[in-house]
């Protein structure tokens, strides 16, 4: 899920189809038994508005170190959702989840001491946490990588994005992202997705990410195919469609989208019917 710069929560497909307990009526103990499901029920929450329901899911997997949970509890200190701003919070929160292998914490803490606004800049913690996202696969990371390796090349509009979101600029980096969905570039129809979903710079609004995510996915984008899984699985933004969410789910995991890939081992494993 909740993140590359309009932060995608790091949601978790891993739950059967034939779990005998529905995620919305879960409970702690079938999150501790099944993180997938708690994490599944948080972003079901999150989606919603019910920060508060999606926090004390997060929390309860946290403290078993579930890093999914932790980045996203870290997304909710950030943005000032359901309680009060708190960006030393967030750091802790992002920096746990990183350190214990979480790549979108990786990336999202690479991008906020890269850029000195959110966060003291730092240019070594950011190339150490922007390596390790890239080393996961993550694609943003390795953009950004690329782009620190040449200092001195302008910066596209989505680049420029990227950098005003990590600073907390998000009205800025909205406009900016546009501009370069509008010249065809489909990271930015992604990023504009969770933008809309998450209220960044712009009203929360489920429909518009819906179709954002929808275009993304259609043009091949992986991230934006594993979004539009999630919807179709929790009929939030899509009617509830299993046949969808699995097809989507294989295209972004053939792309090699890390939690598109766990996803469907997890159903292998638990006997589901994802391949």
Known sequence: ????????????????????AHAQDSSEADWLRNP????YKGYAEFKMGHYAAA????????????????FNLGILAEDGL?????LPK????????ADAGGFKA????????????SLPLDPGKAHHYLSLAAAAGDQDAQARLARLAQPDAPASPLEQAERLASQGRHAEALALYRQ????????????????HE???????????????????????????????????????????DRAQSLDWLRKAAAQGYPPARAALAAEVEQGGDAL
Do not use: S
């Open 82 to 86: 359901g309680e009060p701003r708190n």
């Open 180 to 195: 370069a969905a509008d010249a065809g570039q489909v990271r930015a129809l992604t990023k504009l997705a969770w933008c």
């Open 90 to 97: 967030a750091e802790t929160l992002y920096r746990a989840a």
């Open 36 to 39: 997938a499901m708690g994490n």
């Open 198 to 240: 998450a209220g960044r710079g712009t009203p929360a609004d489920l429909a518009t990410a819906a179709r954002l995510f929808g275009e993304a996915a259609r043009a091949g984008d992986a991230e934006a195919q594993y979004a539009l899984a999630v919807m179709y699985r929790t009929g939030k933004g899509q009617p509830q």
């Open 1 to 20: 899920m909740i993140r590359a710069t309009c932060i995608t929560l790091a949601l978790a497909l891993a739950i059967p189809w034939n779990t005998p």
């Open 106 to 117: 990786q990336y999202r803490l690479g991008m906020m001491y890269g850029d000195g606004g």
């Open 55 to 70: 926090r004390h899911v997060w929390e309860v997997l946290a403290g078993v170190g579930n890093t999914d949970a932790l």
